[in-house]
T-cell receptor, first 108, second 114 residues
Framework: EDQVTQSPEALRLQEGESSSLNCSYT??????LFWYRQDPGKGPEFLFT???AGEEKEKERLKATLTKKESFLHITAPKPEDSATYLC?????????FGKGTKLTVNP | DGGITQSPKYLFRKEGQNVTLSCEQN?????MYWYRQDPGQGLRLIYY???????QKGDIAEGYSVSREKKESFPLTVTSAQKNPTAFYLC?????????????FGPGTRLLVL
């Protein structure tokens, strides 16, 4: 059975304190891995798609990386507006399998 | 602006009542999806449709029904058979034309039971 595990469940940072979120997965025939950002009471907002091990993508203070077993979302010098829940999902068939998310809080 | 709209934002259901959640997209996407989100759980797939007049059950289809009569619309009905309907419901769409497709989400509908 395809599984996605995100850690930590919650992370609290001070503004400017860099850190990483982890997404580990077990899936047969990975087609791709997705990162989304979700604000409270809103729908998920697409951030990145990663297709193969070794791939990296960046957007502002965020950088996503992918290995054969896990993905990291690195947050460099975060700001309070980066506070949100970050969701990871993998696609092996026509369906996505989501992790439970990491709730990030950045204090000013 | 292209996007996905869901209505209503909040919906209240009485015991034994069927309710319908609306999802419309103007992205010209072929594929549409319904997910349920509960606190502390990942998104779970209810139903999906890859083409008009066709749809498939997801992982938690019991107590739900859908239709796909138009490319732009994919309404979800929560029936009285769904005993625990309180959740945040998310609709998504993708092009439906590739092996790997990005799904784009609507703003969600929160369903509460009276």
């Amino acid at each position: 059975e395809d599984q996605v595990t995100q850690s930590p469940e919650a992370l609290r940072l001070q503004e400017g304190e860099s850190s990483s979120l982890n997404c580990s997965y077990t899936v047969s025939g990975l087609r791709g891995l997705f990162w989304y950002r979700q604000d409270p009471g809103k729908g998920p907002e697409f951030l990145f798609t990663l297709y193969s091990a070794g791939e990296e993508k960046e957007k502002e203070r965020l950088k996503a990386t992918l290995t054969k077993k896990e993905s990291f979302l690195h947050i460099t010098a975060p700001k309070p507006e980066d506070s949100a829940t970050y969701l990871c999902a993998v696609q092996a068939s026509e369906k996505l399998v989501f992790g439970k998310g990491t709730k990030l809080t950045v204090n000013p | 602006d292209g996007g996905i709209t869901q209505s209503p934002k909040y919906l209240f259901r009485k015991e034994g009542q069927n309710v319908t959640l609306s999802c419309e997209q103007n992205l010209n996407h072929d594929a549409m999806y319904w997910y349920r989100q509960d606190p502390g759980q990942g998104l779970r797939l209810i139903y999906y449709s890859q083409i008009v007049n066709d749809f498939q059950k997801g992982d938690i289809a019991e107590g739900y029904s859908v239709s796909r009569e138009k490319k732009e619309s994919f309404p979800l009905t929560v029936t009285s058979a769904q005993k625990n309907p309180t959740a945040f419901y998310l609709c998504a769409s993708s092009t439906g034309r590739g092996v790997l497709e990005t799904q784009y989400f609507g703003p969600g509908t929160r369903l509460l039971v009276l």
